[in-house]
T-cell receptor, first 117, second 113 residues
Framework: EAGVAQSPRYKIIEKRQSVAFWCNPI?????LYWYQQILGQGPKLLIQ????????DSQLPKDRFSAERLKGVDSTLKIQPAKLEDSAVYLC???????????????FGPGTRLTVL | QQQVKQSPQSLIVQKGGISIINCAYE??????FPWYQQFPGKGPALLIA?????SEKKEGRFTISFNKSAKQFSLHIMDSQPGDSATYFC????????????FGRGTQLTVWP
């Protein structure tokens, strides 16, 4: 079974530029998550999709971050404009969980390391 | 506010020794406590998980101990191996939040041969 795919793996941009990350979840997984992992910290959830609907985006800085999941499969996360503090690894995860099942395993991709100069 | 507090930040253990990582939480609504293992350049991967209705769960060399009254849980790695060198994260969530995982800050484990 193929894992969660993410691209690009690395991205360096200057502040105020825009950037986009792409995620392809495990086939058949209904739930997709985007996490931000700042160096030395644990991942922090940015947004969660169930199929192509947003379930939780309470921690997403909506003034600069946006995400979509077209057709309930692939997803893109965009930052516009980027700030220095956005430097982090952006992780995508997916699970086959059904609503209300908290124990389903989340499978993480390798992440995209973003450096904002 | 850190929902899950993890310690120590780093841990050095000799091969064959026992590695112990501790976590504490405040939210009594949490009902699922997974541990994730992360190698450099990789995403976290589920290692072992526990529900609060049991006090201990063992899978191979990895054991979770859970103390519901103290709101603490810990990971024990028996017979630690150099291949166990990685960053370990504890996490917690509750079913009503549909999967939002709250992660600890991580413990960087180094096992010396």
């Amino acid at each position: 079974e193929a894992g969660v795919a993410q691209s690009p793996r690395y991205k360096i941009i200057e502040k105020r530029q825009s950037v986009a990350f792409w995620c392809n979840p495990i086939s058949g997984h209904a739930t997709l998550y985007w996490y931000q992992q700042i160096l030395g910290q644990g991942p922090k959830l940015l947004i969660q999709f169930q199929n192509n609907g947003v379930v939780d985006d309470s921690q997403l800085p909506k003034d600069r971050f946006s995400a979509e999941r077209l057709k309930g499969v692939d997803s893109t996360l965009k930052i516009q404009p980027a700030k220095l503090e956005d430097s982090a690894v952006y992780l995508c995860a997916s699970s086959s969980r059904l609503a209300g099942d908290s124990t389903d395993t989340q499978y993480f991709g390798p992440g995209t390391r973003l450096t904002v100069l | 506010q850190q929902q899950v507090k993890q310690s120590p930040q780093s841990l050095i253990v000799q091969k064959g020794g026992i590695s112990i990582i501790n976590c504490a939480y405040e939210n009594t609504a949490f009902d699922y406590f997974p541990w994730y293992q992360q190698f450099p350049g990789k995403g976290p991967a589920l290692l072992i998980a526990i529900r609060p209705d049991v006090s201990e769960k063992k899978e191979g060399r990895f054991t979770i101990s859970f103390n519901k009254s103290a709101k603490q849980f810990s990971l024990h790695i028996m017979d630690s191996q150099p291949g166990d060198s990685a960053t370990y994260f504890c996490a917690a969530n509750r079913g009503s939040t549909l999967g939002r995982l709250y992660f600890g800050r991580g413990t960087q484990l180094t096992v010396w041969p």
